[in-house]
């Protein structure tokens, strides 16, 4: 089946509002945080509705991408919870990286700051959206503690992810106004990780995370 547009899903966090927002003519591109809900949600039941996530991308891999995202990096490698992690390791082959691309749209969790690509690729040499995010996801797959949560330059937690160095799952948009490493090329980032409102158009950046607020995915017509 050919599809015709990429539908963009914000952090779900244990929310079951991703079946109203899930398109099948459509390429629909989860961006991560599946557990840890932000609201009162009961823990079985935010497993059930990560358990339904995971069985949707096994009945319709062709048009369903699971991206990874901070909360789910820390269960991924056995951090806090040994139960998620077990499900995060017996379904791993059904997430899809950090970063995903269709034309000149790149899309990840948080964003790729200028920072941070320099230290792990060295300077940006014109890699279309594709390129970018196979190099993201291949470092992902070799060294994932590139994508940690990092000390700022005075060894001290930067707690919001303001440091021009956080990664693709933990900067913040803030931050990429200024180091936004495709700003001055045609490529749009469409990222979560923040919470809106609504989906914040900026220009070069897209914000999405807005399921806390509002039911609405970002439809990109291809």
């Given at each position: 089946m050919k599809y015709n547009k990429l539908n963009i899903i914000g952090d779900i966090h244990g929310r079951p509002c991703w079946k109203e927002l899930v398109q099948d003519d459509a390429i629909n591109i989860f961006l991560g945080d599946y557990l840890d809900s932000r609201e009162v949600v009961f823990a079985q039941n935010e497993l059930v509705n990560f358990l339904e996530i995971l069985h949707y991308k096994k009945e319709n891999s062709e048009n369903v991408v699971l991206l990874i995202a901070n909360h789910d990096i820390k269960y991924m490698?056995?951090?806090d919870n040994p139960h998620y992690y077990n499900m995060f390791y017996e379904f791993r082959n059904l997430f899809d990286g950090i970063a995903y691309a269709h034309g000149d749209f790149?899309?990840?969790?948080?964003g790729v700051s200028k920072e941070w690509y320099q230290r792990y690729f060295g300077e940006y040499k014109g890699e279309s959206a594709t390129e970018l995010a196979e190099k993201i996801n291949q470092l992902f797959y070799t060294d994932h503690k590139a994508f940690s949560f990092r000390a700022n330059q005075y060894f001290v937690t930067d707690i919001c992810g303001e440091d021009p160095y956080q990664s693709p799952v933990w900067v913040r948009p803030k931050t990429l106004i200024d180091s936004n490493l495709?700003?001055?090329t045609n490529i749009i980032q469409v990222i979560g990780h923040t919470p809106v409102k609504e989906i914040v158009d900026m220009g070069k950046l897209i914000l999405v995370d807005?399921?806390?607020k509002k039911i609405d995915s970002y439809i990109i017509n291809i």
């Open positions: 490698f056995g951090h790149l899309i990840t969790h948080a495709l700003k001055d807005c399921l806390g």
